[in-house]
């Protein structure tokens, strides 16, 4: 976005002072990310000033900002009011957003949505924060639920792009596995366990070699319409490819 052709980029300083002092305690997908936008917010390079001194298109960042109104001129969206937040706590990585009663209205011709989605719980024995849509957990580790670990937007809530996820998901293997060593697991009987117990509940289960057929299929389709491959989305057809 940085480099968009014929694009400058709007980043407002405000958001990006300081951020220099804590970024080197971040996990380094973050990280790296912040130091992009904080180097060009607050110290662009020669070569990316004269980028964009011929753009003839902005795009503008914008933070501590909560949709709450798409208005509206008759028929046609004119814009979107927003609700101000202001960040609360002392630690940087942990504020949250608290919403205030100031308001500020962005004119628009175009709103695209796309907030992720909110998690639901999945078991009643699982512990869910309603408000927050998440499992209710420290660092991946579910609230008194030894032995039971969630990661992503399960976890945290629809926040950060796929490789902020997998980072995610790789630090809470890493938890698992410090458990088990600290003998806080009581373990099972491994793979041929796991197996048994979904056979014994019903639950089909897909083996690679099951998976490497759909893979198959779906790049067979795809090839005869120029695509990497045609996505099979319907769970049906899935399970009766895999147990062909």
């Known amino acids: 976005m940085i480099k968009l052709p014929g694009t400058r980029p709007v980043l407002h300083n405000n958001d990006y002072i300081g951020l220099d002092d804590v970024v080197k305690d971040v996990p380094r997908p973050r990280k790296r990310l912040t130091e992009l936008l904080h ?10 000033h004269k980028f964009w001194e011929s753009a003839t298109k902005e795009w ?5 900002l909560s949709p709450l109104e798409i208005l509206t001129n008759s028929s046609t969206v004119s814009g979107v009011r927003f609700g101000v937040n202001r960040l609360e ?15 500020e209205d962005i004119s628009c011709g175009l709103v695209l949505r796309s907030i992720g989605y909110r998690s639901r719980q999945i078991d009643p024995e699982i512990p869910f924060d309603e ?21 992503g937007w399960a976890g945290r809530g629809p926040v950060g792009v796929i490789l902020g996820t997998m980072t995610d998901g790789f630090e809470v293997g890493k938890l698992i596995l410090k458990d088990i060593e600290d003998n806080k697991l009581h373990l099972q009987a491994g793979r041929d366990g796991a197996l048994q117990l979904l056979q014994d509940r019903g639950v ?23 695509k990497p491959r045609e996505k099979i989305v319907y769970t049906d057809k899935l399970l009766s490819i895999a147990k062909s």
């Open 60 to 64: 503008e960042l914008r933070f501590r």
């Open 39 to 48: 180097k060009t917010a607050l110290n662009p390079s020669a070569s990316d």
């Open 89 to 103: 706590g002392t630690d940087l990585m942990t504020q949250r957003a608290v919403l205030t009663e100031e308001r």
């Open 204 to 226: 089909t289960t897909v083996s690679f070699n099951d998976w490497e057929k759909i893979d198959n299929i779906e790049k067979d389709a795809g090839e005869k319409i120029g």
């Open 131 to 151: 408000t927050q849509g998440v499992i209710k957990n420290e660092q991946g580790r579910v609230k008194g639920k030894t032995g039971l670990y969630c990661s």
